[in-house]
C-alpha cells in the first residue's frame, strides 16, 4: 500500500501570498492518480486537481498542481479569504485508495 | 448532480447499520455508469477510504479495517448506493461520506460528494 504524506501539518500564510503544499509518496506511482480536494469545517470536501496537474471545472487558475514519480504539489498562487482551509492529496493504486493525513492553511 | 446520505445515527457496540446513499441529477451518463465509493472521516481526523465498487457491481474492494464487517452494494434502478455495516466498533465513528468516481479525464478522482451521514458507536 502506498502511503501519502502531506508536508506541512499546518501552513500559516496572510491573504496575497504563495501558498506550497507537498504530497510524498512511499513509492512511486506511475500512472499519475493523483488528486488533490479542499475542506472547510462542516463541509464534504470537493476536487481541485486532478491526475496531478488537471483543475477541475469551476476551480480558480490560482490552484495549479504538479509533480510526478513520489513528489506532488498543490500551489495556490495568491490566497484569497476562502482558501483558508483543510487539503488532502489521494492517490489511486491496485484496487485501493490512500488520502494524506491533511495540511490545514490557516491564517497568519 | 446530488448524492444524498441517509440511515445514520447511534449504535452499540457489536451492533448493525446500513447506510444508503440517493443521487441524482446525473446528466450525460447515468448512475450505472459510475464507480461509486464511501470514505469516512473520525472527529477531528483525515480521510479514510472504507469501499468501492465498480459501475456494474462485479468488483467490490474494502478497507482492511472494515473488511468482513461491511458490504458495499448498488440497485442501479433506483439510482442507489449501499453500505451494510455490522459488527461495528468504537473507531467506526465517524461522518461516511457517499461519493462518485469520476469518469475519464478524472481517473480514479471523487468528482461528486454527498454532505455525510454521522455514525457514532458508544455504549
Known amino acids: 500500500e502506498i502511503v501519502l504524506t502531506q508536508s506541512p501539518g499546518t501552513l500559516s500564510l496572510s491573504p496575497g501570498e504563495r501558498a506550497t503544499l507537498s504530497c510524498r509518496a512511499s513509492q512511486s506511482f506511475t500512472n499519475g492518480f493523483l488528486a488533490w480536494y479542499q475542506q472547510k469545517p462542516g463541509q464534504a470536501p470537493r476536487i481541485l486537481i486532478y491526475?496531478?496537474?488537471s483543475r477541475a471545472p469551476g476551480i480558480p487558475d490560482r490552484f495549479s498542481g504538479s509533480g510526478s514519480g513520489t513528489d506532488f504539489t498543490l500551489t495556490i498562487s495568491r490566497l484569497e479569504p476562502e482558501d483558508f482551509a483543510v487539503y488532502y492529496c489521494?492517490?489511486?493504486?491496485?484496487?485501493?485508495?490512500?488520502f494524506g493525513q491533511g495540511t490545514k492553511l490557516e491564517i497568519k | 448532480v446530488q448524492l444524498v446520505e441517509s440511515g445514520g445515527g447511534l449504535v452499540k457496540p457489536g451492533g448493525s447499520l446500513r447506510l444508503s446513499c440517493a443521487a441524482s441529477g446525473f446528466s450525460g451518463f447515468s448512475f450505472s455508469d459510475y464507480f461509486m465509493i464511501w470514505i469516512r472521516q473520525a472527529p477531528g481526523e483525515g480521510l479514510e477510504w472504507v469501499s468501492h465498487m465498480t459501475d456494474s457491481g462485479s468488483g467490490l474492494y474494502y478497507a482492511d479495517s472494515v473488511k468482513g464487517r461491511f458490504t458495499i452494494s448498488r440497485d442501479n434502478a433506483k439510482n442507489s448506493l449501499y453500505l451494510q455495516m455490522n459488527s461495528l466498533r468504537a473507531e467506526d465513528t465517524a461522518i461516511y461520506y457517499c461519493?462518485?468516481?469520476?469518469?475519464?479525464?478524472?481517473?480514479?478522482?471523487?468528482?461528486?460528494w454527498g454532505r455525510g451521514a454521522t455514525v457514532t458507536v458508544s455504549s
Open positions: 461519493a462518485r468516481v469520476g469518469r475519464f479525464p478524472y481517473n480514479y478522482a471523487m468528482d461528486v
Open positions: 489521494q492517490q489511486y493504486g491496485s484496487s485501493s485508495y490512500t
Open positions: 491526475d496531478a496537474s
